[in-house]
């Protein structure tokens, strides 16, 4: 970590860059915040440690309007939607400077808590076992078993994109990504149904998950706006949970590199990532693999027509 | 708020007779805005046009809908209808209740309840129409004809009568197509090549023709009017300015293995050739995957005997980028392959041929230089076999499902000729159906049968096996006599299905004009615009949209050329109003648009945009409206609704959707 300050701070003294993202210290120790710092000085704050899981992508569309280049630390995963949202033209990459860090797996208090581990007043990060100061004393676990869903699928340790990368970084799959998909699919449409109503119910329509993910970048979302009477419509149905989440994949089809962060902030634990998943697996199966955000030249295959496309009709089947 | 006229047509029973018109003006009369609604047993006829007319100009209307056929029937009609009554034509909506309910319903209940709820969707969407102004666009006086068989030519030739010019794109290294392999044409018996070469040479003449041969199309952009064709010109090897077309290359070329395609490969050729001896132009090219120069860098024996110093072994391909207002298809067809049809023996016997190379080896010019003779042995055939409908009328899946047409002319008119020339040979012909609805085809077919005693034989071969002796035993069976048959022949011909010719799928796709499932392209109307694609601009000759025989085909060509010469008669265009535009407010800049956009219409530009006081340098979507065909592509991709189309707006289509299901 310090590592990473020193560099941080010798490129903004050299003018290099005007601000850093990085990841900021708050009041718990398990909380660490996305934040911008523009001196040496604020950067005493900056902190990189197991939990700082969040994508600092998406923060690089507005600091692309700002004058000077912003130096942002990206783990491997974080450089997909990085690339991605390079291609949609969102992030200027004139105007960054990116170091990779290295990453082993995030890992998330909510896992600790599913894990019964509670009261939580300190993780220390022993290599592969964490050990949990809690009200009720000392306990300790695998680090794999709190480690964040995305990281189970982990996207490899390479970074993308990278102007230098500092730090060592370690391929955490352990799972088939698609495992719980396929079991999806296997369900009958009314056992889905009432899997999904089950989970989305539970939304509160907090908007985190539309405000976390890198692709849901839209100026003025459809949400938002009155062009569709899209709110008014939502708040008609009686289930209308179900036509956000819905819509909002559709929307981020093609785009979704799959990090994995919509899950992750969702704070009524909705496994939202399975609409996309289910979306990538198809566009797979029917296009051919396709990883968004691989680089920034690739059209993904929902917006290229090639004379070799897959008919309509391949796309009919399912349960019923 | 809109005051709407509806307008309900009984289109005398079509309509009428499953959907209770009455109901359906009552139920649109209590519409919101609606302020008139009446029924009239033909809206298209002048009479109902007068009815729309003067409900707009008496009741100052701002909006109609017109409950009747399909828009691609009557819009323009209705729209025409209101211009002149006042109103904006692109405030009337069509409700089809006819194609979409009253003819594939037949409770007339519930036809009625979904004619009101089309009335209703219909109704909804007019609400949110507003005035649209078309535009015009200009066109450039030059065509484009791909494919130069007889119905390419014969296009080529009456457009450029007309006095358009018109540029032929022929793959192969002459132009003339399939007829100029054919030997004799029904129902006249005329010698195939004394009545297209003479056509092929007027062509090659014309002042206003240009002839590209061994080209093809590469790459096509723009739209009707404007379109712009990247063709590319093969090396010929030979400068086709230098070349006397004296032949010396093609005698003394040592490489003279290679498969003669113009004669079905049944003969051989050698690398520099022409394709025959009437070819257009007379210049030869180099096939360079069988020249020993180019295989090898040793030879050049063509370019030592050759006088005017023409051969070049140096060219290369190139790329001609030209402008064209229509372009019309004529890339005509092909047999299939025959893999499928493992009973007919075709794979295993010489002396099992089809159609097409029996045309070749009557031919006077074919690789038996006209003599009837078995391709094994040389042998003069005693007994012959014509089997029909080989992969066409097919249900089994292994050949098409439609009937070739041509096939039971030409075998006739084959059974004829031989029976004519060699009056010992037996013919047989095993047929489903005889088919002969043309001028005079009747009329032939029965001298086959009455005057030359072919014996035809309603049924089909089973199988047809080689004996060890050379000869071939085909077995079918006679459905009149309920009988099997078995003969022994010592040649059997067949009449092989043709399908279109296989660039026409990838030709479709460049031009965005529709194909079938079995790849011929589709025409605007199947009855009325038969020789038009339903992309504007494009146009059909020939068997690229059907199979045809030669006066069809001639005939559909000067149709096609007589649209062509319509639309190219025309200075400007009225372009499509309903076109995308992008609201910069609304737009990401993110490219998705474009890379779906078929038209190439839109653009990116940097913008200063006013965002409710927030001022800001951002990308936006930009739409070529000359260029935009609204597909509507984009708006579906655009992921916050930025793109939008005038006349099919994301509002009016949901507006419509919601009527429907209230």
Known sequence: MQELIERA??????????????????????????????SGEELNEFVYNCFCGANLSKYLIESSALEGKTLAFLKPCDTYSFNQLCKEHRIDRGKTYIIGVGCKGKITVERLHELGIKGILDVEDAGDTLTVKTLYGEKSCPYSDAMLERCHACKGKEHRVADEVIGESADTTDTDRFAKVTELEQMTSKERYAFFQAELSKCIRCNACRNVCPVCNCRKCVFDGN????????????????????????????????????????PQGIPLHLLNRKLIKDMDAFYGEYQAGEDTSTVSPLTAYTEHDIEPEAGKGGNE | MQKIGVFVCHCGTNIAATVDVLRVVEAAAKEPGVVHAQDYPYMCSEAGQALIASAIRDKGLTGIVVCSCSPRMHEATFRKCAERAGLNPYMVEIANIREHCSWIHKDMEEATQKAIILARAAIAKVHLNTPLAAGHS??????????????????????????????????????????????????????????????MVEAAAHPNIRIFTYSEVERVTGFVGDFTVDIR????????????????????????????????????????????????????????????????????????????????????????????GAIVVATGFDTIKLDRFGEYAYDQSKDVITSLELERIMNAAGPTGGHLERLSDGRMPREMVFIQCVGSRCSDGRGKSYCSK????????????????????????????????????????RRAVEQYGVNYIKGQVGKVAPLPDGRLRVSGSDLIDGKAVEITADMVVLATAIEPDPSARRLASMLTASIDTNDFLTEAHPKLRPVESPTAGVYLSGVSQGPKDIPETVSQAGACAAKVIGLLAKDRLTTNPCTAHSDQL?????????????????????????????????????????????????????????????????????????????
């Not at chain 1, 008609?236 to 919509?262: L, N, P, W």
């Not at chain 2, 100029?180 to 056509?199: E, G, M, R, V």
């Not at chain 2, 030869?284 to 069988?290: K, L």
């Not at chain 2, 890379?595 to 951002?618: K, M």
């Open chain 1, 9 to 38: 701070k010798a490129l903004l003294a050299d003018g290099t860059v005007s601000r850093v993202l990085g990841w900021r210290a708050t009041d718990t120790p398990f909380g660490p915040e996305p934040a911008f710092f523009e």
């Open chain 1, 227 to 266: 062009a569709f009477d899209s709110v008014q419509k939502a708040n008609a149905t009686e289930f209308e949970e179900k036509m956000f989440h819905i819509i909002r994949a559709f929307h981020v089809a093609g785009r979704c590199t799959d990090c994995g962060e919509c899950s992750r902030v969702c």
């Open chain 2, 233 to 324: 010109k093969h090396a010929r090897s030979v400068d086709m300015d230098k070349c006397t077309g004296c032949g010396l290359c093609q005698e003394k070329c040592p490489s003279r293995k290679t498969p003669d395609e113009f004669n079905r490969a049944l003969g051989t050729r050698s690398a520099i050739y022409t394709p025959f001896a009437q070819a257009i132009p007379n210049v030869p090219v180099i096939d360079r995957e069988h020249c020993i120069k180019f295989k090898t860098g040793k030879c050049g024996l063509c370019q030592t005997v050759c006088a005017a110093g023409a051969i070049d072994y140096t060219q290369s391909d190139e790329i001609v980028s030209e402008k064209y």
């Open chain 2, 138 to 199: 200009q066109v450039t006086k030059r065509a484009l004809v791909i494919g130069g068989g007889i119905a390419g030519i014969q296009t080529a030739l009456d457009i450029a009568e007309a006095g358009y010019p018109v540029d032929i794109v022929e793959k192969n290294p002459s132009i003339g197509g399939r007829m100029a392999q054919l030997d004799k044409t029904f129902p006249t018996l005329d010698c195939s090549a004394c009545i297209l070469t003479p056509k």
């Open chain 2, 586 to 662: 609304l737009c990401n800049g993110c490219s998705a648009c474009a890379n779906v956009c078929p038209y190439g219409a839109i653009s990116y530009e940097q913008r200063e945009v006013n965002d409710h006081g927030v001022r800001g340098e951002r990308r936006i979507a930009v739409v070529n409206n000359a260029l935009c065909q609204g597909c509507g592509a984009c708006t579906v991709t655009c992921p916050s609704g930025a793109m939008d189309l005038q006349g099919f707006s994301n509002r009016q289509l949901i507006a419509e959707v919601d009527a429907i299901c209230r």
């Open chain 2, 406 to 445: 041509i096939c039971c002319m030409y075998t006739a008119k084959h059974a004829m000729l031989i029976r004519d020339k060699y009056p010992d040979v037996n013919v047989t012909v095993f047929y489903i159906d005889v088919r002969t609805p043309g001028k005079n085809f009747d009329e032939f077919y």
